[in-house]
């Protein structure tokens, strides 16, 4: 069964715009949850990341996410997307039952227009 | 110097050919993770490893054999190499199991 679930595999946004990236996950305990970026013949950058506590979690180059466990979601925002945001975004998930095994899902690539 | 490095970058080869992509970490982590990325797929996980004495089959294990040389070292090997296994090939380091992921740049494989 799919653990993460991105549903957008597109976003298009004008620069200055605000975004936000969804992500669904299931599993019945809290997870530890992860937003990775990818920008072009890179590796995978870790943006940020939730364990516990404030369910309001700040990243770097301005990003936040929120958990919210009664949707099961892990929205990615941003106030004002940058031309250099553009990127393949992904969302993963350490589930407790398989601890340090990382589930992916399948991606939101983003475009910034200027 | 990167954290985790992975050799080749690219790398372009026949059907029936056996490969090894390698991946070294200066992190000091135990933990080490092969994963493959295909279009729209996101990454699924090959093998992982959580010290030296230690390997354990991911998602997409089929084709695909792994040997963990040092702490530092893990390589992965397709023994012989098929079309459907080209891809974008990603290493990653841990700490610990519920750390974050350090990924390499990746190796881009070409199977023809």
């Known amino acids: 069964a799919q653990s993460v679930t991105q549903p957008d595999i597109h976003i298009t946004v004008s620069e200055g715009a605000s975004l936000e990236l969804r992500c669904n996950y299931s599993y019945g305990a809290t997870p530890y949850l992860f937003w990775y970026v990818q920008s072009p013949g890179q590796g995978l950058q870790l943006l940020l990341k939730?364990?516990?506590?404030?369910?309001l979690v700040q990243g770097i180059k301005g990003f936040e996410a929120e958990f919210k466990r009664s949707q099961s979601s892990f929205n990615l925002r941003k106030p004002s997307v940058h031309w250099s945001d553009a990127a393949e975004y992904f969302c993963?998930?350490?589930?407790?039952?398989?601890?340090?095994?990382?589930?992916f899902g399948r991606g939101t690539q983003l475009t910034v227009w200027p | 110097d990167a954290d985790v490095t992975q050799t080749p970058r690219n790398r372009i080869t026949k059907t029936g050919k056996r490969i090894m992509l390698e991946c070294s970490q200066t992190?000091?982590?135990?933990?080490m993770y092969w994963y493959r990325q295909d279009p729209g797929l996101g990454l699924r996980l090959i093998y992982y490893?959580?010290?030296?004495?230690?390997?354990n089959k991911g998602e997409i294990s089929d084709g695909y054999s792994v040997s963990r040389q040092a702490q530092a070292k893990f390589s992965l090997s397709l023994e012989s190499a098929i079309p459907n296994q080209t891809a974008l090939y990603f290493c990653?380091?841990?700490?610990?199991?519920?750390?974050?992921?350090?990924f390499g740049d990746g190796t881009r494989l070409s199977i023809l």
């Open positions: 939730y364990f516990s506590g404030d369910t």
């Open positions: 993963a998930v350490l589930r407790g039952s398989t601890l340090g095994r990382l589930y």
């Open positions: 990653a380091t841990s700490d610990s199991g519920n750390q974050p992921q350090h």
């Open positions: 992190k000091g982590h135990d933990r």
């Open positions: 490893s959580f010290d030296v004495k230690d390997i």
